[in-house]
T-cell receptor
């Protein structure tokens, strides 16, 4: 079964420093997609970054980058130059094919706190 | 702003009641997904519609049902509500079934 594991329930980082949030996944499908979403305390789910299993390069979106290590089945999110507004829950998710549908399977999340 | 809208934002109701949650996808998106987020279960996929047709079901209770209308908006109906149905319900949309899913702001349901 496809599964996402986020082993860090909580992480702390100083403002302006970089932080890495861990995500490992388990799948037997050769084609898959990995996503990171941010959920602030207000509750909405904000899409951050996507990595396809066949993508040759690691994905980047502004201050977000994805450290994709396919052989190790890891897709860690790196946030550079942390800001106070980055304090939130972060969820790693994998797209799972199911009979013509593509649902997301989520990890349990990591709560990031950025300290001034 | 993801472009996905959900109403209402908050809903407080009693056990045994029925409620309807509404979702409007991003302009042009044909796929609508419903997810439930609770403290004990985390984020769980409920159901997926594509252009009015049900594509997949996840951990959706028989008391719950959904549909997608010709204008592509979707409704999630929850009936015979129980305390354990209290959760944040998200709608997400994508242009194609394997595209990036953009989430709405969610409907926070509290069953008393």
């Amino acid at each position: 079964a496809q599964k996402i594991t986020q082993t860090q329930p909580g992480m702390f980082v100083q403002e302006k420093e970089a932080v890495t949030l861990d995500c490992t996944y388990d799948t037997s499908d050769p084609s898959y997609g990995l996503f990171w979403y941010k959920q602030p305390s207000s509750g909405e789910m904000i899409f951050l970054i996507y990595q396809g299993s066949y993508d040759q390069q690691n994905a980047t979106e502004g201050r977000y980058s994805l450290n994709f290590q396919k052989a190790r089945k890891s897709a860690n999110l790196v946030i550079s130059a942390s800001q106070l507004g980055d304090s939130a829950m972060y969820f790693c998710a994998m797209r799972k094919a199911q009979g013509g549908s593509e649902k997301l399977v989520f990890g349990k999340g990591t709560k990031l706190t950025v300290n001034p | 702003d993801s472009g996905v809208t959900q109403t209402p934002k908050h809903l407080i109701t009693a056990t045994g009641q029925r409620v309807t949650l509404r979702c409007s996808p991003r302009s042009g998106d044909l796929s609508v997904y419903w997810y439930q987020q609770s403290l004990d279960q985390g984020l769980q996929f409920l159901i997926h519609y594509y252009n009015g047709e049900e594509r997949a079901k996840g951990n959706i209770l028989e008391r719950f049902s959904a549909q997608q209308f010709p204008d592509l908006h979707s409704e999630l109906n929850l009936s015979s509500l129980e305390l354990g149905d209290s959760a944040l319900y998200f709608c997400a949309s994508s242009a194609v079934p394997d595209g990036t899913q953009y989430f709405g702001p969610g409907t926070r349901l509290l069953v008393l």
